[in-house]
């Protein structure tokens, strides 16, 4: 597979287009540089977060029975979640759950026996590095890091990441 521009070029599956251009061809893998694409308005998160929200929900209620079905609509969000970090790359949620939907994606190609899997691991790690920066305090994201260094294969940092998530757990932490 070939190297996207941005972690945000690449999507929960590699079959992701997007009309306004913002989404990678088929077959790209995201690396962490910023992408241009045609500007969305801040009124256009939300939306997109809802719907994204609406179709992981769709897709948990049928994963036991049609898992390709699922990995489907779990792709369809995972667009969503994407268009939703382009309209506002100042709002965490939208970067967390764009990193969970590649996340999901990682845990499909594993699932699989992809060797692109790993490189989906790497993609979800940065994106959720992404969404650490913008709400730094938030054990959840650490912790979303760690799992996807540590099933990126990355040991040292899947332990950094891990006890940074640790310190911002305890109840001190997330006000000092």
């Given amino acids: 597979m070939k190297l996207a521009s941005s972690a ?10 997007d009309s306004n251009g ?9 690396a962490p540089i910023t992408l241009l694409c045609r500007a969305m308005t801040p009124d ?22 049609d898992f390709a079905a699922a990995r489907a609509l779990w792709q369809q969000a995972g ?27 990682a845990h499909a190609l594993q699932k699989e ?15 959720s590095e992404l969404a650490f920066d913008l709400d730094p305090r938030n054990a959840r994201i650490a912790m979303a890091a760690a799992s996807c260094h540590h099933f990126a294969g990355d040991d040292d940092a899947a ?12 109840p001190d932490a997330a006000h000092s």
């Fill in 79 to 105: 667009q969503q979640f994407y268009r939703a970090h382009q309209a506002d790359r100042s709002q965490p949620e939208a970067a967390l759950r764009l990193a969970q939907a590649w996340m999901a994606e």
């Fill in 22 to 30: 913002c989404l990678p061809r088929a077959g790209t893998i995201a």
């Fill in 113 to 127: 026996g992809s060797p692109n899997a790993q490189v989906m691991w790497q993609n979800a790690a940065a994106q």
């Fill in 44 to 65: 256009s998160y939300a939306p997109h977060l809802a719907a994204g929200n609406q179709l992981v929900a769709d897709a948990q209620k049928i994963a036991t029975t």
């Fill in 8 to 17: 945000h070029e690449s999507s929960a599956g590699s079959s992701l287009n």
């Fill in 159 to 170: 332990e950094a990441w891990l006890q940074i998530g640790k310190h911002l757990a305890e």
